[in-house]
């Protein structure tokens, strides 16, 4: 696993080093367009190529202000990034027919790291499946093979009340979950619609491997290990066969990793106990389509979607990391979206993608910085209180300014 590298995920404070290094930034738009601007760094700094998908919606509000975010770090860190733009989703149906275009991928598979905001929008809803959205980020995961997505949920003490659990349900929720991505019925085949005997059929295959099954078991015994060391793993092997597989399999790594609890749960049983009590659960490993109700779940536990971050992981290759949320285009273009969950996507491509821990420490006790001064996007605004509610820009440039030691 070269891409997990440090897997703590706590927002502590941690004093800043300063160091001066300078910043490389380009641009491009899909078919070869490419534009590069910035200062050289100084040969001695660490230097790391980031692909860039802005998407769609909020997407290129809120990846704009990371990346500014990111540029700051890294002067101050000692850090080159040097970013390049690349066309996804949406965007990439209106430029270039195609919701993944080569030129994207073959960039992303060139860089370090993979930096995605959001795809989707109701313009593009009614499209064939291969002309939506949707299907580009499915095309980048499978292309880039990242089959471990990683989804913290994490109640941060500044925000327990936003939540809509009680406070003393959600207080201290650090939940790591889990979701295999490249597999079960998202990609089985056969799948379709098809019509027999007059009526409409339609069908797709829950199907896993066991070398699917035990990399992505393997991923989350390491995680645990670094963490609280338990790992719940959730199926429906009361029903389904693949899950019978996937218990057996998870039950066989589990030999390898004595001093990592394992435990199984059904997936309903496990939907409840995130409401009912999620403090009991350190990582949770599930398949993709579990993975996905029960990550979206447990975001709910920390009150808004906009502070959610996530990290897909091949084991070899560049990582994808993005926020858990979608484009949101009800509130797309009117600076009120929230860019924490970016921000803290970009932390994750550090610590988790580029091996910069530093890096994505200072992000992170940003972030905390931010909050605990009562900046406040829309979705996380509690009542009462000294809050500051402000748009997407100026909590970019309040993280910003907490990066500069200026808040
Ligand atoms: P969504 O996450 O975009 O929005 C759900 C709600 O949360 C909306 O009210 C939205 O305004 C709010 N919200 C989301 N992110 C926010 C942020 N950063 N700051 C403030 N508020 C935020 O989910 P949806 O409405 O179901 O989907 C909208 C589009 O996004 C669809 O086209 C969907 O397919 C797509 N989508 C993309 C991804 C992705 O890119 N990974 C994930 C989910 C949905």
Sequence with gaps: MAHVCGLGMGLGAVGRVGAGASVSVSSSHGAGRRARAGVRAPASAKSHSVTLLPGDGIGPEILSVTRDVLVEVGRTKGVEFSFTEALVGGAAIDAAGTPLPAET????????????????????????????????????????NTFANLRPAIVLPQLADASTLKREVVSGVDIMIIRELTGDVYFGEPKGIEVRDGVRWGFNNMIYSEPEVDRIARVAFDIARKRGKRVCSVDKANVLD???????????????????????????????????????????VTGNIFGDILSDA???????????????????????????????????????ANPLAQILSAAMMCRYGLDEPGVAQVLEDAVDKVLDAGYRTGDIMEQGGNFKQVGCKAMGEAVLKAVQGTL
């Design 242 to 284: 693949v899950s019978q597989l996937w218990r057996d399999v998870v039950t066989d790594v589990h030999s390898e990793f004595g001093d990592v609890e394992l435990s199984h749960m059904y997936v309903d049983n496990a939907a409840m106990q995130l409401i009912r009590n999620p403090k009991q659960f350190d990582v949770m």
């Design 298 to 336: 447990a975001s709910m536990l920390t009150g808004s979607l906009g502070m959610l971050p996530s990290a897909s992981l091949s084991d070899s290759g560049p990582g994808v990391f993005e926020p858990v949320h979608g484009s949101a285009p009800d509130i797309a273009g009117q600076d009120l």
């Design 105 to 144: 991928l073959e960039q992303c598979r060139g860089s370090d790291a993979v930096l995605l905001a959001a795809i989707g929008g109701y313009k593009w809803d009614s499209n064939p499946r291969e002309l939506r959205p949707e299907t580009g980020l499915l095309g980048l995961r499978a292309g880039l």
